[in-house]
């Protein structure tokens, strides 16, 4: 692993786990339940993709992502002592740039260890989504990749185009940087401007009373 790569690592590390200690701050979890959440957050998509991947899970092999977890949820927990007052929209900043980050940095794993391109971008937006759909279920809370959020889509711009910039030959931490901030850019401009999907809604049609059926009739 390059320096740049580690060093983006934990960032990304650190950000999800931000954003998942904060949502254990705005649900009033406990200390251990903030920490719990920041983990999940930080190291669930990781940890899905390396399992499919049959490598050895990263935090497992290198041990010291667990300290900068731990770290990052104490932290927050001292520094920040009412999570309720932070905008949401901080949240959500928080959160985009681990899925982006996530999102570019599983694809380039999972293609240095063999995977198809295709799959390679599959397994990089599991890595960048995945993780923040664990700590929204554990929220009980519609997690951003089944709503109408531009949140998947933008994970696998970033994977898509680290993988183009690959095929043309760029060296590999320009074409990462690049991706990240082409995915980071996507999903920012829709925080911003509320840019989202249109929802999948079926309209039931309402009971036909008795009384209009006999009108008909007659």
Wanted: charged share 15%; aromatic share 10%.
């Amino acid at each position: 692993m390059t320096e740049l790569l580690y060093y983006l690592n934990i960032f990304g590390i650190v950000v999800f786990a931000l954003s998942g200690a904060l949502m254990a701050g705005q649900y009033k979890l406990d200390p251990f339940g903030v920490i719990v959440l920041a983990f999940v957050t930080a190291v669930g998509g990781g940890t899905i993709r390396d399992t499919i991947l049959q490598t050895p899970i990263f935090w497992v092999v290198e041990t010291h992502y667990l300290f900068v977890v731990l770290v990052t949820a104490l932290l927050t927990i001292v520094l920040i002592r009412q999570p309720k007052r932070i905008p949401k929209r901080f949240l959500l900043i928080a959160d985009a740039f681990g899925l982006a980050l996530f999102a570019v940095l599983g694809t380039q794993k999972s293609i240095a260890l063999g995977a198809p391109l295709s799959v390679a971008i599959i397994l990089g937006t599991i890595t960048g989504v995945a993780g923040g759909m664990i700590r929204d279920m554990l929220c009980n809370v519609i997690p951003m990749i089944l709503s109408k959020e531009i949140y998947a889509l933008a994970a696998m711009l970033g994977g898509g185009l680290f993988v183009i910039f690959q095929l043309q030959g760029w060296p590999e931490d320009e074409a990462i940087v690049v991706a990240i901030l082409g995915a980071l850019l996507v999903r920012l401009a829709a925080i911003y401007w509320r840019v989202s999907l249109p929802a999948f809604d079926i309209i039931e049609k309402e009971p036909v009373e008795k009384e209009d059926i006999k009108k008909e009739d007659q």
